[in-house]
């Protein structure tokens, strides 16, 4: 058992820039080593979903972002023994100029759509969203309280 559990929940931020190019990374490790994949990484816990995106996207790319909702679930089982679960949010970055996270990414940047279909190391999760032509999107409430019993230190909704 990892120090995770058997349970993981994981955030990815879809980033997509005001000409429309895409925000993307390649680790150095992981079945994604080498790959195109969109900033992603666990939750911590103190943390909601939201905050957690933000804050791996700008951990690995140096971008700071806006969340304007979810508009995925990625949910598999690995081995029979690991529930692995990625909540998939669409970003706006607030500016685009990446200085990505040298210890564990080898590259990252804005790449057109026509650039990531053409790229064999596009991994799958992104040719299925970028293909997507209506991206339903949940937006998040304001913090909120539904009562001291529960003694929440932060409470969102995502409709």
Not at 82 to 101: E, G, H, K, T, Y
């Amino acid at each position: 058992m990892s120090k995770r559990g058997n349970v993981w929940l994981a955030v990815a931020g879809v980033v997509r820039s005001e000409d429309g190019r895409w925000l993307v990374v390649k680790k150095k490790y992981g079945g994604l080593k080498g790959k195109w994949s969109f900033p992603a990484g666990f939750v911590e816990q103190y943390e909601t979903v939201d905050e957690a995106v933000k804050r791996e996207v700008l951990e690995e790319t140096g971008v700071t972002v806006t969340v304007e909702g979810l508009i995925g679930v990625r949910s598999g089982v690995i081995k029979n023994e690991i529930s692995d679960n990625m909540l998939i949010f669409l970003c706006r970055p607030q500016d685009d100029a990446v200085i990505f996270q040298q210890s564990e990414l080898s590259d990252a940047a804005f790449m057109t759509k026509e650039a990531l279909e053409d790229d064999p190391d596009t991994s799958l999760l992104i040719h299925s969203c970028i293909n997507q032509v209506n991206l339903s999107l949940l937006k998040g409430t304001e913090p909120m309280n539904p009562g001291d019993i529960f003694g929440y230190s932060s409470y969102k909704l995502f409709f």
